[in-house]
T-cell receptor, first 113, second 114 residues
Framework: DQQVKQNSPSLSVQEGRISILNCDYT??????FLWYKKYPAEGPTFLIS?????DKNEDGRFTVFLNKSAKHLSLHIVPSQPGDSAVYFC????????????FGDGTTLTVKP | NAGVTQTPKFQVLKTGQSMTLQCAQD?????MYWYRQDPGMGLRLIYY???????DKGEVPNGYNVSRLNKREFSLRLESAAPSQTSVYFC?????????????FGSGTRLTVV
């Protein structure tokens, strides 16, 4: 059973608008949630994380929201830029498991000029 | 630039051949990981090393072995390659100070087994 799910394989938005990427998880033991960005032929790059004791974390244009009761998190990108076009992976981790992360299948974001 | 270096970048193997994927980091990180990514899928953990001298199995360890040679280097070995091991392999490291810090990934090794 997949513990971290990104149900939207792709998302297309207009430059300057908001991009919202969603992620659901099933394991209540996860206590950190992370987002990575991946360009073709490169390794993923860490973007932003959130602890399970918080419901929001912001870093510039990127904000992650966590709803623990719904086991749902989302990444908001405002405003979206063409350079944001990439695959975004949601990941979850627990401090008790040696920092291992479980990844979703990714969402391909396309930002149109 | 500081980071995670993987070699080789590309490799084609015949079924049954063996090879070792190399990974080195220069950030003094404690923990290192090997993931594989298949088309349209997320990253799945093969093996990890929480600290120098320790290694443990991840989600998909069958057909692989690892060696944590020292704090910097963590290699992945395929003893007898199979077509099902065709994938992109990523090495990653983290400081080990907590799950919040995220991984630093290498650029990947694209492996094709024919």
């Amino acid at each position: 059973d997949q513990q971290v799910k990104q149900n939207s394989p792709s998302l297309s938005v207009q430059e300057g608008r908001i991009s919202i990427l969603n992620c659901d998880y099933t394991n209540s033991m996860f206590d950190y949630f992370l987002w990575y960005k991946k360009y073709p032929a490169e390794g993923p790059t860490f973007l932003i994380s959130i602890s399970s004791i918080k419901d929001k974390n912001e870093d510039g244009r990127f904000t992650v929201f966590l709803n623990k009761s719904a086991k749902h998190l989302s990444l908001h990108i405002v405003p979206s830029q063409p350079g944001d076009s990439a695959v975004y992976f949601c990941a979850a981790s627990a401090n008790t498991n040696a920092g291992k992360s479980t990844f979703g299948d990714g969402t391909t974001l396309t930002v149109k000029p | 630039n500081a980071g995670v270096t993987q070699t080789p970048k590309f490799q084609v193997l015949k079924t049954g051949q063996s090879m070792t994927l190399q990974c080195a980091q220069d950030m003094n990180h404690n923990s290192m990981y090997w993931y594989r990514q298949d088309p349209g899928m997320g990253l799945r953990l093969i093996y990890y090393s929480a600290s120098e001298g320790t290694t443990d199995k991840g989600e998909v360890p069958n057909g692989y072995n690892v060696s944590r040679l020292n704090k910097r280097e963590f290699s992945l070995r395929l003893e007898s390659a199979a077509p099902s091991q065709t994938s992109v392999y990523f090495c990653a490291s983290t400081s080990g100070q907590g799950a919040a810090y995220g991984y630093t990934f290498g650029s990947g090794t694209r492996l094709t087994v024919v």
